[in-house]
């Protein structure tokens, strides 16, 4: 489903399968640790019995507001929070809640994020270099790449999979003596730049969209978020509530992946899904974004 604000919209991914898998009892309280614009939590509670119940955190409080008037037909069922989803356990026991059906995380931003140039998320729309889920936080991309040691950048931008981390780090370093970089498309002139011709041409993406998932990844410290989610998740469910999380790029699968095998293996866990799902060739066809989607799901055995 397509829901927006102004011109803003966000299309959920796979989202008949996450609220299939996510439901074991229709008159649960499940938690949509990162609601956005409320797609996902919308089909869930059209699927809860009117005693089920969902409560719904985003870091970001643009979202809350969208996310408050898309479920506003919902509004005696739900409750939307402003907050880290790293934080859900707390979260909850303010709300007198001890146990939860179900938790989902679908990672990453909204496409609000990407589309809003002030947000500082897109390569491809001049804004200043924030990346910042919540505007409260006190770390920016601007902070980063003009002020982290050249030892700090080149990493980041090597574990998140850029093979000219050195050449795209030094033309940065570079360019900051002798004048700061302030923008967004600032940025990415200087690492197309950087990348030699040859590689430019046989990329299929972006010479700057590692680099901007780099630096998303620390602004908004998101494995961090995702691993503590995950481990607090652990206590809060109930006996046969599940964890479904989708995520979009393989470093965050990754964490889901091993996180999930770990609690398999140690017992009082299932996979409900060995191999994770991937969204359908149609719904592929219709929102690309669901291409590099996907979902795992574990529960908790009674
Ligand atoms: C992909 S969007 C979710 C879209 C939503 N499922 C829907 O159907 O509209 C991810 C959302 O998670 C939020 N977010 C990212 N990191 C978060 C965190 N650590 N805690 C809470 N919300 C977070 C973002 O602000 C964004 O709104």
Redesign the pocket.
């Known amino acids: 489903m397509i ?1 927006m604000e102004e011109k803003y919209t ?1 299309t ?2 796979m ?1 008949r399968e996450v609220a299939e898998l996510l439901i074991t009892d229709k008159g649960g309280i499940y938690l ?10 919308k089909k869930i509670l059209e699927k809860l019995e009117p005693s089920g119940k969902l409560i719904g ?4 409080p643009e ?1 809350l507001n969208i ?1 408050s008037n898309n479920l506003s037909e919902f509004s005696s069922q739900i409750k939307l929070i402003g ?4 934080n859900l356990d707390e979260i909850l026991r303010k709300e007198g809640i001890l146990h939860i059906s179900g938790l ?1 995380l ?5 496409s ?2 990407f589309d809003k140039p002030s947000r500082g998320f897109s390569f491809r729309k001049e804004g200043p270099l924030d990346m910042r ?2 505007p409260a936080n006190p770390l920016t991309a601007y902070t980063i790449i003009n002020t982290w040691p050249y030892e700090q950048i080149e990493h980041l931008i090597r574990i998140c999979g850029e093979r000219f981390s050195h050449k795209i780090t030094k033309a940065i370093i570079e360019h900051r003596q002798n004048s700061e970089i302030k923008t967004t498309t600032e940025l990415a002139s200087v690492i197309e730049k950087a990348i030699p011709f040859k590689a430019k041409n046989t990329r299929s993406s972006h010479p700057a969209t590692k680099t901007f998932l780099a630096l998303r990844v620390a602004v ?3 494995f961090d ?1 995702l691993t503590k ?1 995950l481990q607090k998740a652990i206590h809060v469910l109930a006996p046969g509530g599940r964890i479904a999380v ?1 995520t979009f790029h393989s470093l965050e699968d990754r964490i889901v992946k091993e996180t999930f095998r770990f609690m398999a293996k140690m017992g009082g866990w299932k996979l409900v899904n060995k191999k994770p799902l991937s969204a359908s060739e149609e719904e592929i066809n219709s929102n690309p974004r669901a291409r590099s989607a996907k979902l795992r799901v574990i529960e908790k055995i009674k």
Do not use: C, K, Q, R
């Open positions: 829901v966000h959920s991914v989202i949509d640790g990162t609601i956005g614009m409320g797609g996902h939590a955190i985003d870091w970001d979202m996310a907050g880290n989803f790293a989902l679908d990672l990453g931003v909204s609000l994020h889920i919540n908004n410290y998101e978020n989610a989708i």
